[in-house]
């Protein structure tokens, strides 16, 4: 029975819903792994970069005029997108199977992992750029501290499942491609060949071209959320017991979906708070992933039918090199605000049509929406079994 249970609670987790789960969470040690694996080599690759890019600009852009120099630095920036989310996905991988096995295995290896983490990548990056190393092990104390937190919090869990599910619906990044792309492209296009855009956008310095992503973010965070909540409010009004509980075959709740728990346990605020959380994570990954796309459409768009001197001609000043994070880029930087800020609108306009757009939100939306439908059918069934039932309640959550 024991096994059974924890069997369903790691069900609840790996579905991004943590706060359903009764009783304190375990294995902390083990599971904050993939998060210092992601931190880990993001550090790691990093201090490489900014060890081979020279002092200087100068001196960099004349080290990319050796070919063998050009194809490795390409090959970094590459392995700074992509190893630091697989080295993660490895880390969780091998943390289900730990976690799963019993509650003393894995610990050796998280601390040894941890260890690891916060002594060598420190002294590393000391050695590289001779940064202050008691400042890099109390950051790193801080990080370990963070990343236990949150994943006590279920924060860890939430935010993998979001990503998996986002990961999962980028293939149909096609369908919105075809169906919005090309009017999004339209008015965006024209905004990206307008000087006056080139003019306003690049006059803004330092980290101001962020504050106005960040603006963007927080419209669609402010509208997701909204409508996020009213679409949750009518799943629990018109079916407080989720899906049809057949949906769960294959699942830990295959051997009791003949009981039939009487009434309902109103949903608890920190479990709306979960599903609401992760349904917006899933909403934002795809968005990130949208308006990166877009990034990589006009950057490669400016790149090819735009020459520097009609940039300069726009902009109204000489062109600068561009970086990002103090990491060096082969594209003026006036083209990568622009760039940056069109991707960042049309994040928000992925964001919003969703939810509104009714053939979009058919792919995007609502399978969302159902597999929160199927979580509430094995809340009920776990709740029921194992929790009680509410003495006489047949309530049902209000949002």
């Given at each position: 029975m024991e096994l059974q249970r924890h069997a369903a609670e790691q069900w609840f987790r790996r579905r991004g819903l943590p706060a359903?789960?009764?009783g304190r969470p375990t294995q902390l040690l083990v599971r904050i792994l993939p998060a210092l694996a992601y931190l880990g080599t993001a550090e790691l690759?990093?201090?490489?970069?900014?060890?081979?890019?020279?002092?200087t600009q100068e001196e960099w852009e004349v080290l990319m005029e050796n070919p063998a120099y050009e194809v490795g630095y390409y090959a970094l920036l590459l392995g700074l997108l992509v190893l630091p989310p697989l080295?993660?996905?490895l880390a969780m991988m091998w943390v289900r199977r730990a976690t799963a096995a019993g509650a003393s295995r894995g610990r050796v290896t998280a601390v040894v992992a941890i260890a690891l983490y916060l002594v060598a990548l420190p002294l590393i990056g000391y050695l590289i750029d001779a940064t202050s190393l008691l400042f890099n092990l109390v950051q790193g104390v801080l990080m370990v501290v963070a990343a236990i937190v949150l994943v006590a919090l279920g924060v860890g869990s939430v935010f993998a499942w979001a990503t998996r599910m986002a990961v999962r619906q980028l293939r149909k990044l096609g369908t919105l491609t075809s169906r919005a792309l090309p009017?999004?492209?339209l008015f965006t296009t024209f905004g990206f060949l307008t000087a006056e855009v080139w003019q306003g956008i690049t006059a803004l310095r330092g980290s101001q071209i962020w504050r106005v992503v960040g603006f963007f973010a927080v419209l669609a965070m402010l509208f997701m959320v909204a409508v996020l909540s009213d679409e949750l409010h009518d799943l629990i009004t018109s079916r407080p017991r989720g899906a049809d509980p057949a949906k769960?075959?294959?699942?830990?709740?295959?051997?009791?979906?003949?009981d039939h728990p009487a009434g309902v346990h109103p949903l608890r605020r920190v479990e709306r708070l979960n599903m609401v959380l992760v349904l917006l994570l899933a909403q934002l990954i795809q968005a990130v992933a949208f308006g990166l796309l877009m990034f990589a459409i006009f950057v490669t768009f400016g790149t090819l039918a735009v020459r520097h001197e009609v940039m300069k001609a726009w902009s109204t000043h000489d062109l600068t090199s561009g970086t990002i994070y103090g990491i060096y880029l082969p594209f003026p930087n006036e083209l990568?605000?622009?760039?940056?800020f069109l991707a960042a609108f049309s994040g928000l306009y992925f964001a919003t049509s969703t939810a509104t757009d009714a053939r979009i939100r058919?792919?995007?939306f609502d399978p969302l929406i159902e597999h929160m439908a199927v979580n509430l059918s094995a809340r009920h069934l776990y709740l029921g079994r194992w929790v009680g039932q509410p003495s006489g309640s047949t309530t049902q959550s209000t949002m």
């Open positions: 359903v789960v009764r690759l990093t201090d490489v970069l900014f060890l081979v890019d020279g002092a080295s993660a996905w009017l999004l492209l769960l075959r294959g699942s830990p709740f295959e051997d009791f979906l003949d990568l605000q622009v760039s940056i058919q792919s995007f």
